[in-house]
């Protein structure tokens, strides 16, 4: 029990759990200096479910580095200072239903809670996280308003509801209560909920009342459930993730696998090429590989958005077509954009192509960047590049004379450039 809160997975958290947790993965004394030294250059509370760390130790190398590396920050270079609101949600949260978040025209994001099951160290919530309430709110409250906002606003026809994670810690009737709410407004097609559950604490979904539930929504014509999974590695798809994966398309939620990838996790082309394969081997619908953002204190994850390119377009010339459906993204305050390439050649890249996925609703976004460059989805934009040099957007539009995010998180209005296309 933790504020309120019944929790169905021992959870190891604070000194005392990275202790435990150093047993059961079979730290050296050496290890666990190195690592505990590195978690206190993090702003991520030190959390993990007992479940996870014992499939840590259950697995060969280099899978057992790799799947610590995602609840412990690993060794290797700060290549540049990051910022703790990597994605603007501060931007996009500042009156009294801050929870509502309305930055894509068709979706709004509801976010529950602020507390999570089990930590990634590379989240990019760090800073709700960090200052996590871990005390019991009523779920009601915060789905009536935003079905007054969705009544408002018929066009918007998705809801993401996130956290935190409420899907690994919230009672089954509470979540039955809020998704049925959701879906019970008229334009409401899909609710989604991205949650790391399936990979921390996959029993939670083989709850028999809650897939009944989602068997009750599958028979109402034109609504759906999806649940975005954030596996991230291979060997976080265990017979229990599986057991539970299966349960839930049995029951017509959708899956879609939207891994981030991560300096020493899964820049591995034989890692990639594994998480992918099993995505397809168990019917999970490859969505986004999404590149680090710029998290703060644990900037050793990041990898050059050419080199991010090179491991996900080598692992996709080892797959078949369904298994590489994946969509490569760097997300940003302004939006998320696809990384179609680069110029002359991926190996040379002096040029970066980027094609927005999606901008930020345009009230959101810098008037001299719309004045600089087009902000349509289907709008290309081919922007001077440095290899190896650049980790994220605000690096490459810095570069180019663009409006950016600096690292205090202020927006910079730079100058124009002739690189700009």
Known sequence: ??????????????????????????????????RGALLEQSYMPFKVTRYYAELIASQSEPYRTQMINIVLPPPGVKPYKGRFDPYGNKSYRQDETAFLQHKYKKTLLLHIDD??????????????????????????????????????????DNVLFTGGDPASFRKTSDLIKLISTLLSVKSIRLVRF????LAYDPARFL?????AFFDQVRQTPGKQV????????????????????QALLSVGVQIRGQPAIIRGVNDSVETLIDLQRKFLDNRIISYYLTVFMPVRGVEQYAIPLDEAFRNVAESKRNLGGLEKKGVLLTSHDFGKLEICGFYPTAERPEKIVLKWHQAVGPDYLPERLKELIPTRSEDLMILDYKQG???????VFEHNGLPYVNADGEIVENLPSEAVR
């Open 115 to 156: 507390f999570c099951i089990a930590n990634c160290q590379f989240c990019y919530k760090v800073n709700e996280i960090r200052h996590e309430d871990i005390g019991y709110t009523n779920i009601m409250d915060k789905a009536e308003r935003a079905v007054q906002y969705l009544e408002a606003h018929p066009y918007i």
């Open 389 to 395: 040099e650049m980790y994220c957007l605000d690096h």
């Open 207 to 211: 709850d028999g009342e809650l897939l």
């Open 1 to 34: 029990m933790t504020g309120g809160i019944t929790l169905s997975v021992k959870v190891l958290m604070g000194k005392k759990g990275f202790e435990e947790f150093a047993t059961i993965v079979g730290f050296t004394e050496a290890e666990k200096e190195e």
């Open 194 to 197: 991205a949650t790391k559950a």
């Open 226 to 245: 999806s649940v975005i999974s954030q596996f991230n590695h291979p060997g976080e798809i265990s017979d229990v993730s599986i057991q539970a994966t």
